[in-house]
């Protein structure tokens, strides 16, 4: 997660003296909104819902994350508390490296500090990009680039994908910031255009052109 070249062997030993291995059981917290952020946090491996639990104990999510990926890499630096809930959806395994120590082998190893430096603005960017396919795209886009994302391509025909719904409906339509109902009227409207067919939890994407097209759309 810190990109590339490959982590030389000095700057390997230099996270192994510091990282903190933590294994979450699926419906745990991993960390809360109310918590100051001591550590950068690693998903290194399984599936966990960053979002904020309402005052009726409802977790209302934001973003899943899949590992290996960063939970949060920024509060830390700022003395604050994380800016979301943590709650793994499954078994998963945690990285945390703590702060100070952390800058200690920053002054060893600078190579480090910018790698991370240039990690916090891979995700800045793809912050922007999500912040304006909300605030520029209709629902239906949204909905078909959200798909899209998720495409797992058929070796056998190249126009065809599937997708595996691994949140609920709920879920995924917070994220798209439309309501379940409306989620559930765009899946009727791209299945009578034979865009898709959703089986359970599965959608068969039938024409990922199209699928590409929808998600074009302004």
């Keep these: 997660m810190l990109g590339a070249p490959a982590l030389s062997a000095a700057e390997l030993n230099a ?3 510091v990282a903190r291995v ?12 109310h918590e100051p952020a001591t550590s950068l946090v690693l998903l290194r491996s399984g599936d966990v819902s960053l ?3 309402t005052a009726d104990g409802i977790f209302r999510v934001v973003r899943p994350v899949r590992g290996p990926a960063w939970l949060d890499q920024s509060a830390v630096w700022l003395n604050e508390n994380h800016a979301m809930d943590a709650r ?4 998963a395994v945690v990285i945390e490296l703590p702060r100070e120590p952390l800058q200690l082998q920053f002054d060893r190893h600078p190579g480090l500090a910018r790698r991370l430096i240039a990690s916090l603005s891979r995700e800045i960017k793809e912050m922007a990009a999500n912040t304006h396919e909300l605030m520029h795209k209709d629902a239906p886009a949204r909905f078909a ?3 899209v994302q998720r495409c797992q391509a058929s070796e056998v025909a190249p126009d ?5 719904l691994t949140e609920r409906k709920r879920d995924i339509a917070s994220q798209l910031a439309i309501t379940p109902e409306t989620l559930s009227r765009l899946m009727r409207s791209f299945t009578r255009q034979g865009v898709i067919v959703v089986t359970g939890y599965t959608v068969h994407v039938n024409d990922l052109p199209a699928l590409r097209r929808l998600a074009e759309l302004q």
């Excluded at 793994?88 to 078994?91: F, I, N």
């Excluded at 065809?160 to 595996?164: D, E, N, P």
């Design 51 to 53: 979002g904020l639990r």
């Design 145 to 147: 680039a959200w798909l």
């Design 15 to 17: 996270l192994d003296t």
């Design 160 to 164: 065809r994908a599937v997708v595996t």
């Design 22 to 33: 933590r294994r979450v059981g699926a419906g745990a917290e991993v960390f809360g909104h």
């Design 88 to 91: 793994a959806a499954s078994e």
